[in-house]
């Protein structure tokens, strides 16, 4: 199954995920002057020092972020100027204490950016994206703080403590990407691509969430909505109300190029209609057509790696990944295309004969891929989505599901709070125990889709964990699941299923993090790795003791019948052919993008998307990309530049890791004892490829993955393995 889900698209801003800020929640001595009564001007008092819901307004945020940015640029002066030889303790410990402020107040605001926005939150991300590239810079590009930094790394060999030498090794490393090698003239070009970057990413980001709100299908005549559920429809009656088109039903769009209601709209204009909102949702040439921002991002980009010593962006962002170039990148994925374009045509060509039969009259177009792919695997596989939905009341798997898995694997137990307040009142809000009985994390749910909330799903954190500061994390999740109308059960489908395992997968690896120091902790790891926790968790959404826990009819409990059951699993590779072309597009469309020097020409959007496509022969009219460019947000506009192949990367080691677990016994505590102890709780305190390494035993192979997505070829066997190494 396809995993095209973020990690987090709040995190706009890179030093709020790779950089000073890392999480930490207490107040420097004397330092902040900010008034008493503002939320954020202490810790919070709530468990964990969860985020004061209750109290933060609005008018909160923009003098927290001016305190904030004020006392951490005063902390990291004091820092550089010291007239003391650079030691770890006055120079690096030092830097991991401060920002305390600013973190605390960013932590929360960019969630709610994302996940529950208005127009005065937009017009405030607005006017912070430069100040805070601006903050940025004048921390990365100080010349004595680097010259402290750069002591400190030269005489790293001599130090004992190796999480201390990982912390100033990657200090030294975020401080060289950021410019700090350059003359004065050039930090001054950065300076001001960086600050124009901050803009247009904000920019797109409120333009695609307007654009997506304003392209939902809205349906006139019930007729329209043939072949939806009664809840279905439910919904859609519901979300008219809401944007006040009584009588009306609207089918409101996800962030990906396909949408789920194709899967049973019979009526093929109403598709077509559907589909056509989606692929032009920001290229219509009005108010919200994201192509000039796109334009510009990739020129600057690309100016900006160039100033920094790379052919290119791509080659930039990918130097300090797992994947270490472009290339190696692009040829794992390249590898792929054939034996995935041809399992697609061998999909396609299953529908058309089906619609041949039909007497339909007409060739398979994308809008009709998903219905007549439904309809193909109830014929082969007997397994209709209505049929399992039912067993999928999401409350149920995620106290039976999620939570059962996370308990046999590491232990864990989980107990509602309704006493913590939440930033909308669909979230809700664990207490997250250690085998032990002891208090570990809090972990907070926003499952439903809204207008206020971006597209897509992804994890991230109000608080990091921390041994230096003594913090416990608090971390969230966040879904676009179809609310169900009132009174009505929230029945997911099993794609949603394993969205849920996915991005609590990313839950555990922030929740189960045991670090000393913020920069190092939880999810701070490279794009290409912070996906293997998140995409292994979804393995155990199908292993036999979870599925059977949790498949249970919402209305008798009854458990899903073993038909039923083995009918899933039959299915698993079904439709393969299709969701890893799209998502191999979508992947190499960025890379594309990204691969453009700096001096290239001002691209034509439609006609380079176009011609990228076609270079890396995965130009397949009835598969688009699963995400065209104008409306790409992991790369416009969520950290995901020149990294979407990370999900691909990152699958090589799951379905590695997993076939250790079958290897060794499957679901044991055991097992996620170690996997916890050798991944999930070390950050990025060790290299990658050494922390997998020490995990397996051996460099991961592509075998696994293959097997999984159903795509094992002699064409594929021999050539994907050396790129997928380390």
């Avoid at 402020?101 to 005065?120: E, G, I, M, W, Y």
């Avoid at 805070?132 to 750069?150: M, S, T, V």
């Avoid at 052919?311 to 692009?330: F, H, V």
Wanted: aromatic fraction near 10%; include cysteine.
């Amino acid at each position: 199954m396809m995993r095209a889900r973020g990690l987090s698209a709040a995190m706009s801003l890179a030093f709020l995920t790779t950089s000073l800020l890392a999480g930490a929640t207490t107040t420097p001595a004397g330092g902040s002057k900010l008034p008493a009564d503002n939320p954020f001007a202490a810790e919070s008092t709530l468990p964990f020092h969860a985020p004061h819901f209750d109290k933060i307004k609005v008018a909160d945020y923009a003098p927290a972020f001016e305190e904030g940015m004020r006392v951490h640029l005063a902390e990291m002066e004091a820092i550089a100027n010291d007239p003391a030889k650079p030691t770890f303790a006055n120079t690096i410990d030092k830097a991991e204490r401060s920002g305390l402020l600013l973190t605390r107040v960013a932590k929360v605001f960019f969630n709610l950016a994302q996940s529950n926005t208005n127009p005065d939150i937009q017009k405030l991300q607005a006017d912070l994206a430069p100040k805070l590239a601006q903050h940025q810079d004048e921390i990365f590009l100080n010349p004595k703080l680097f010259a402290r930094i750069k002591a400190l790394h030269d005489a790293r060999d001599g130090m004992q403590d190796p999480e201390q030498k990982r912390l100033v090794e990657r200090y030294y490393q975020n401080f060289v990407r950021a410019g700090a090698l350059l003359n004065d003239a050039d930090k001054a070009t950065l300076r001001k691509l960086n600050e124009e970057e901050s803009k247009l990413t904000t920019e797109f980001q409120t333009k695609l969430l307007a654009a997506t709100n304003a392209a939902a299908l809205v349906v006139d005549d019930k007729k329209q909505l043939d072949g939806f559920s009664d809840a279905d429809v439910a919904a859609a009656a519901e979300a008219a109300k809401s944007r006040k088109l009584d009588g009306k039903w609207v089918v409101v769009l996800q962030n990906t190029t396909q949408q789920p209601a194709q899967v049973s709209l019979k009526d093929r204009a109403t598709r077509e209609k559907l589909f056509d909102a989606s692929i032009h949702r920001a290229d219509r040439g009005d108010a919200n057509d994201t192509r000039q921002i796109i334009q510009r991002l990739a020129k600057l980009r690309a100016e900006r790696a160039e100033l920094l010593g790379f052919k290119n962006y791509a080659s930039y962002s990918l130097d300090d990944q797992m994947a270490k170039t472009p290339e190696n990148a692009i040829k794992l994925m390249t590898d792929m295309v054939p034996a995935a374009t041809k399992k697609a045509a061998g999909e396609q060509a299953d529908m058309q004969t089906l619609v041949d039969k039909q007497k339909g009259g007409f060739k398979i177009a994308p809008w009709d891929w998903q219905f007549y792919a439904e309809q193909v695997r109830k014929a082969q596989y007997d397994l209709d989505e209505a049929q399992i939905k039912p067993y999928f009341e999401l409350d149920n798997v995620l106290k039976n599901g999620v939570f059962f898995a996370a308990n046999k694997l590491y232990g864990l137990t989980f107990k509602e709070r309704k006493d913590i307040p939440v930033y909308q009142p669909d979230v809700r809000v664990f207490e997250v125990f250690d085998a032990d009985g002891k208090s570990l994390a809090l972990w907070y749910a926003d499952y439903f889709k809204r207008d206020s909330k971006s597209g897509g799903a992804w994890m991230d954190s109000f608080v990091d964990q921390s041994g230096l500061l003594g913090n416990k994390p608090v971390v969230f999740n966040v879904c676009n699941f179809t609310k169900p109308a009132a009174g009505q059960p929230a029945l997911i489908s099993f794609s949603d299923v394993t969205t849920m395992f996915h991005e609590f997968g990313h839950a555990l690896h922030g929740m189960l993090s045991n670090v000393k120091y913020p920069t190092l902790a939880g999810t701070n790891v490279p794009r290409d790795f912070v996906e293997f926790p998140s995409q292994f968790n979804e393995h155990w959404a199908l292993d036999p003791v979870v599925f059977a826990n949790y498949a249970k009819h919402y209305k008798t409990g009854a458990p899903m019948p073993a038909e039923l059951v083995e009918k899933i699993k039959k299915s698993h590779t079904f439709n393969q052919g299709f969701e890893t072309t799209e998502y191999l597009a979508a992947a190499l469309l960025d890379m594309a993008w990204h691969s453009l020097p700096a001096d290239a020409p001002t691209q034509d959007v439609a006609k380079f998307t176009k011609d990228s496509l076609k270079k890396y022969n995965i130009d397949v009219p009835a598969v688009p990309p699963r995400y065209k460019t104008p409306y790409f947000a992991h790369i416009w506009g969520g950290g995901y530049s020149a990294g979407y192949y990370a999900y691909l990367w990152s699958e090589v080691l799951d379905d590695d890791a997993y076939a250790w677990f079958k290897e060794h016994g499957g679901m044991t505590r055991e097992n996620g004892q170690r996997f916890r102890e050798m991944v999930l709780s070390r950050g990025s305190t060790k290299d990658m490829a050494e922390l997998y390494r020490a995990f397996r035993g051996r460099d991961p192979s592509v075998e696994p993955l293959l097997e999984e997505r159903g795509l094992k070829t002699a064409s594929t066997e021999s050539a994907a393995p050396a790129a997928a190494g380390h």
